[in-house]
């Protein structure tokens, strides 16, 4: 029995995000947001994981209340219970905070043997929350896990693979760790309709939402007192439009593919 | 001697007794099977509906036969032979069993009994032929879309057993015993005449003719029972069934009723034969495997693993053995219902008016609902950013963006209200079909808008089976359309058209839905357009299913192209579906082809210089098979708004 909880983030879809130049600040108004999508592979991983092994995969948010249309998503792809880690005292949280607060939340659901993260957010995208947490609550951490190869259950291991730039890695470590899994190592199976519904209408029996008192976190380390990190100002840095689209396959279009590629100087 | 109708001559009592005995027997059996049949269906006689309208269909039945002459006449010469030899048999029960019994008067007596000799006689000719002519097509002609079982061979001999019978036996009477008006009874005399001639006894004849007299009367015994236990049952159930109509898709559910009393009864879908609408299992169990769905149907065509015809049947067969066997996996295969166009050619097709695609749509309904089991990613994509392409949400007004076109505020009015739909918003070729018909309408003086936050319709949703993405969008559709004041709903895609008009209006989201086509053509007729420049190609036109099958909008299009071609527009010899519905244009099922490309060759084989479509998907499907097949330089796809609107200037 695998006790596995997956971290996801309720994110702006940033595709439809506009950034205004002049007053160097994000457009988000109107702007649905959408499960962090890297955090829809570590949901993918637990639930794979479960039907493997075993066990209970759990879900936790630090976000506003309207996340709860994102948890709402992950218990309706199988995720057994989700948890709303919400508060205005988490507000302007940067990473350190975020992990803490995460760390208090996952303290308390207490046992656990498998903690994974998505890669990274689109909207901050820093990869910083897995490594951060891994070190609050003092086990081992591994990023961009892209394989688990095997756990095993009695000896309390597990075996994983992480494929980088110039090779394979191969690692164990002993339970509980927490990882962060590489985008697009899997895909994301389709949210259940009937558990969607059902969790519609029965919202309290898949979700609980959990404020700075019943985790325990101390005041001090979380939202903006707890955050360090001070933005000082935004910019826009422009990046050089390439945009080429082939649309079929013939050998013609291949050469001109390849043209293409050499004088934009990628090969 | 006035003529009058003989009575069991040359007949011993115990064969005549036996022969009664053994009416009773089949009538009791009858009536046994298809009253515990139809009670284990959940049929009760209260579900009895619109008998006299079923009575109507049936001659629209027959005609839906004869679209296949050779079969379709043999079929109707069966069907009415039998019929008119079925008044007569009741017309001699009446007379002899209750008038002469009990109040020893008769009527088939005179001009009455010879007029009804020689209606007899035709019926049983026109009877005989048609089941000659069936058991040739099935013995030697052989269409591929007969599957000739040992059942066919039982039923076709017992009917040619009774024909022939009978008229033998008319014969012998009229040879051994000639009355003076044999030769009303003419197939009979025309028989008596050769028996004569071949030097027939009198004390032969009478030796043969009760046992003759008896197999007769005992094969419409046989026959009595065949009606309940073979496929000939077809006939009962035809009015007992309930035919499920193409565009009218049954729902399991209402959103918001479920939504308020928190309860939905699961499981949803068919998974097992116990999860099939009790009218599903009786239609079921009327199917003929005549294959006429099989050969209208796009995916089989292309070699995909579906047949529709495989669908009923096999669900019929599970239906006799077991309510609780599990379909899908290993007796239907995942396959199979993901193969489906939607496209409904099987339900236009089927004569025992069976809707093989209900089936389908129940099986994915199961699959999707419960199991969340979709192919493709596009139902994904709709959930998380409401259109199928999984496009940004605010790329959706790109098509619009120099068009400077009035967006609807709230409270607002307009005459015409544009929904563009995801595929012409969205994808770059068909956003030109969008802007083609902002530029028609503008031509026209139309008052028209569109809406600032346009999404997606939930068709693709409900194909799919997943009902509540479906109805969640829908009901935001209506919530949302209702906020404004518009007269005509206008779309340019056939598969929003349908949803809007079919499937929305059974929610109380009615509107007056126009297909662009509708509308343009609308236009040319008021004056508002006029056609100014004659087309020089030479054009074919591909019907739509959303528009052909499931809304019998066929004439408008050939209207236009008519005006704008004459002569130079010409018909595609046969239809079939492009295979873009039913997620067809959202991921590609297994097969050996694919059945866009076999539409294509289809319109080449009239030589067009210019293929006329009216909806996205099959512009899509089109201009793919074009490229693939190496047309792209010779034959152009476009919507017939495009190609009107060149020949407004
Ligand atoms: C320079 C900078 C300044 C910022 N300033 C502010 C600020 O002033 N105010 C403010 O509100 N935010 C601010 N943020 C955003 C905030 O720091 C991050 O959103 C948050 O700490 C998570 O970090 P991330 O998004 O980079 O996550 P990553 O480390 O990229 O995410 C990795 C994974 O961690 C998990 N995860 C991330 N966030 C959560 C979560 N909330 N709940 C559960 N799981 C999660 C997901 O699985 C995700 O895939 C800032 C970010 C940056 C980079
Ligand atoms: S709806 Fe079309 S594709 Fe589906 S089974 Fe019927 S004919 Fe075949
Ligand atoms: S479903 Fe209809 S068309 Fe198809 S085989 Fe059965 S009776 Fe024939």
Redesign the interface.
Request: no cysteine; proline share 7%.
């Given at each position: 029995m695998l006790k596995i909880i997956v971290g996801i983030k309720w994110v702006p879809?940033t595709?439809?995000v506009?950034f205004d130049p002049v007053k160097g600040t994000i457009i988000r108004e109107g702007?649905?947001s959408?499960i962090n999508p890297p955090d829809l592979n570590a949901i993918e991983l637990a639930l794979a994981l479960k039907e493997k092994y075993g066990g209970e995969v759990y879900v936790i948010s630090m976000s506003p209340p309207s996340a709860i249309k994102g948890l709402k998503?992950a218990v309706?792809?199988g995720v057994d219970k989700a948890f709303l880690v919400s508060d205005r005292k988490f507000a302007a949280a940067d990473t350190l905070a975020t992990s803490y607060t995460l760390s208090c939340a996952i303290k308390k659901i207490g046992s656990y043997d498998l903690v994974i993260f998505g890669e990274e957010t689109i909207d901050s995208a820093t990869g910083h929350i897995g490594p951060e947490v891994g070190e609050m609550l003092g086990i081992p951490h591994l990023s961009y896990v892209t394989e688990v190869q095997e756990v095993d259950l009695q000896q309390r291991t597990i075996k994983m693979v992480r494929e980088v730039e110039d090779g394979v890695e191969f690692f164990q470590a002993n339970l509980p760790v927490v990882i962060s899994v590489g985008v697009g190592i899997n895909t994301?199976?389709?949210?259940?309709?009937?558990?969607?519904?059902?969790t519609?209408?029965?919202t309290n029996k898949y979700i609980e939402t959990w404020a700075l008192n019943d985790i325990g976190a101390d005041p001090e380390k979380v939202g903006f007192k707890g955050s360090p990190t001070r933005v000082v100002k935004v910019i826009a840095a422009p990046m050089p439009a390439r945009r080429l689209e082939i649309r079929?396959a013939s050998g013609e279009t291949v050469k001109l593919f390849i043209k293409r590629l050499k004088e934009a100087e990628i090969i | 001697m006035l003529p009058s109708r003989p009575y069991f001559t040359f007949m011993p009592s115990w064969a005549v007794s036996v022969f009664y005995l053994s009416v009773v027997a089949a009538l009791i059996f009858f009536f046994a099977k298809m009253f515990f049949e139809v009670r284990r269906y959940g049929f009760k006689i209260s579900k009895l509906k619109n008998i006299n309208v079923k009575i109507k269909n049936l001659l629209e039945t027959e005609k839906l036969l004869l679209t296949d002459i050779y079969g379709g006449v043999a079929h109707t010469f069966v069907a009415i032979g039998l019929f008119i030899l079925f008044l007569g048999t009741i017309c001699v029960f009446i007379e002899y069993d209750i008038l002469l019994k009990f109040f020893n008067t008769r009527f088939l007596t005179g001009v009455v009994y010879l007029s009804y000799e020689v209606v007899m006689d035709v019926a049983g000719l026109i009877f005989f032929l048609g089941v000659l002519a069936a058991i040739v097509r099935r013995a030697f002609v052989k269409p591929s879309r007969l599957i000739n079982r040992k059942e066919d061979a039982v039923i076709l001999f017992i009917l040619l057993y009774g024909g022939l019978s009978g008229f033998i036996m008319e014969g012998i009477r009229l040879a051994i015993k000639p009355v003076p008006w044999g030769s009303a009874s003419f197939v009979g005399y025309i028989l008596s005449q050769m028996f004569v001639l071949t030097g027939l006894t009198y004390n032969l004849g009478c030796g043969i003719y009760p046992f003759l007299w008896l197999s007769h009367g005992l094969t419409l015994s046989v026959a009595v029972v065949a009606f309940a236990f073979t496929k000939l049952k077809h006939f009962p159930l035809y009015f007992l069934g309930v035919q499920n109509p193409l565009e009218k898709w049954v729902t399991p559910f209402n959103l918001p009723l479920?939504?308020e009393s928190?309860?939905?009864e699961?499981p949803?879908g068919v998974n097992k034969p116990s999860t099939l609408s009790w009218d599903q299992k009786i239609n079921a169990e009327a199917c003929v495997n005549c294959g006429r769905c099989e050969e209208a149907c796009p995916a089989y065509r292309a070699g995909k693993i579906l047949s529709p015809r495989n669908i009923v049947q096999k669900i019929s067969f599970t239906l006799k053995k077991s309510l609780n066997k599990e379909l899908i996996s290993s007796i239907i295969n995942e396959d199979e219902i993901w193969s489906c166009t939607t496209d409904g050619a099987c339900v236009k097709a089927c004569p025992a008016l069976i809707n093989p695609l209900d089936y389908i749509v129940g099986l994915r309904r199961y699959q999707?609902?419960?199991?969340?089991?979709?192919p493709g990613s596009a139902?994904?994509n709709i959930?998380?950013?409401d259109n199928p392409y999984g496009?940004?949400?605010?790329?959706r007004i790109g098509w619009r963006k120099n068009l400077d076109i009035k967006v609807l505020k709230e409270g607002e009015e307009t005459d015409v209200l544009y929904w563009v739909g995801c595929a012409a918003s969205y994808d770059a070729r068909l956003q030109k079909v969008a802007q083609t018909v902002v530029k028609i309408l503008r031509k026209a003086g139309v008052d028209f808008a569109v809406l600032k936050d346009e999404g997606c319709c939930g068709e693709l949703a409900r194909r799919l089976g997943?009902?509540?993405?479906f109805q969640e969008i829908m009901f935001r559709n209506i919530e949302k359309l209702k906020k404004y004041k518009f007269r005509i709903l206008l779309t340019t895609c056939p598969h929003g058209y349908n949803i809007f008009k079919n499937d929305y209006s059974e929610f109380n989201g009615k509107f007056k839905v126009y297909s662009h086509i509708e509308f343009i053509n609308k236009l040319l007729e008021e004056g508002k357009l006029e056609i100014k420049a004659n087309l020089s190609k030479k054009v074919t036109y591909h019907d739509p299913c959303y528009l052909k099958l499931y809304n019998n909008l066929t004439q408008e299009p050939r209207k236009i192209l008519m005006k704008a071609a004459g002569l130079k527009f010409v018909e595609t010899k046969k239809f079939y579906c492009c295979g873009g519905g039913g997620g067809g244009n959202w991921f590609e099922s297994k097969g050996e082809q694919r059945p866009n490309i076999l539409r294509f060759r289809d319109t080449l084989e009239v030589n067009p210089d210019l293929i006329a479509v009216a909806c996205p998907y099959c512009l899509s499907m089109f201009e793919d098979a074009a490229?693939t097949e190496g047309y792209e330089e010779k034959v152009e796809v476009k919507d017939i708004a495009e190609i009107i609107s060149e020949l407004l200037e």
């Open positions: 879809d595709a439809d506009k702007v649905e959408i998503m309706a792809m994301p199976r389709y949210p259940i309709p009937l558990r969607r519904l059902l519609e209408l029965e079929e | 479920v939504l928190k309860k939905i699961v949803l999707a609902m419960n199991l969340g089991k979709v139902l994904f959930l998380v950013r496009l940004p949400r605010s790329e997943d009902e509540y993405l490229k």
